[in-house]
């Protein structure tokens, strides 16, 4: 087997379900499931129990909840094979995405990092099909996430691009590669920091995998997959509140670590100032609502006045204006 999948959960067991469906529909099952719950209030164990005859399934519990970061750790060192690829419990796979990541990765072994792009789809979709989703009946043309169409082979940090993902590879979901790498860089981890059990409360607990996929592939050829082979559903995750936190704090602190190990200063510059195209409107909503948007998370001194460099982080205000002004003449337009 080439490819370990690996799944963190927490409380989702219908989401879970769904997704080790798609699992058991694809082409090709010459891969591993790794399964690390988060310590779930549901019986996990017992709910996935039929697809262990379909999967080549290994399944662990933690006996406390470790927060996010700890687990995604934790069920990447239940893998076993040569390459990871890690999905959210509320993901999905394509019916053939196994086979043409193998296929991909067979072609190309000189590659150790792999971008996958993904569709987005809403979770309601799938309520009007029988439980547990089948794949067959997702809809023909969905959003997705690049919209870049050929595939590239490049290098790691060509990566770090908005044109390939506006996330700069904060969602692992879309990241192939290959697990030595991952392993014999984990002290790079702050181990205290990680064990902060709120979601996005800090760079460490967030953005863990950056820092490991720049010490293991700074200098590794990577593969642009412009093809989805996955697909992320939207509508379940909790955290959507902290969105405006996570665009204009989080990836902005994640491209000053990119800088920091080698990413090219006017690509950090031209990206970085594209992270802040919502900076004020997001920053006004983190303050007006408070905890429930993460204020506490925010430290102004260099999230805040250490941004106004940057043209964007005022053009932002702009830009806002801009698309109100269009979404009332939208409405005005309609109501005549």
Known sequence: MLISICIPTYNRSQS?????????LQTNHDFEVCISDNCSNDDIESFIEPYKKKLKIKFSKNTENLGAALNFLKVASMAENEFVWFIGDDDLLMPNAVEDITNLINKNRDCDFFWVNSNHLNSDYLKKFEYPFNTK?????METLSRLKNDEKLKFFDLIKHRIAFDYLLG???CVFKRKGWSENLHVIDYEKIKDKNSWSNFENTCFHIKIFCEAFNNSNAYFCAKPLSINLHGIREWTNLYPLVEIIRIPEALDYYRKKGLNIYQYI?????SLRNFFNYFFKIFINGKKMGSEYVNFREHFFKNLIYPNSWLSIF???KKRFKMLLNKIFRIN
Do not use: G, R
């Open 137 to 141: 009946n997702l809809p023909k043309n």
């Open 319 to 321: 830009y806002f204006l």
């Open 16 to 24: 879970l379900l769904n997704c080790l469906n798609s699992l058991s």
């Open 270 to 274: 031209y990206e970085k100032n594209y």
């Open 172 to 174: 692992i979901y879309v």
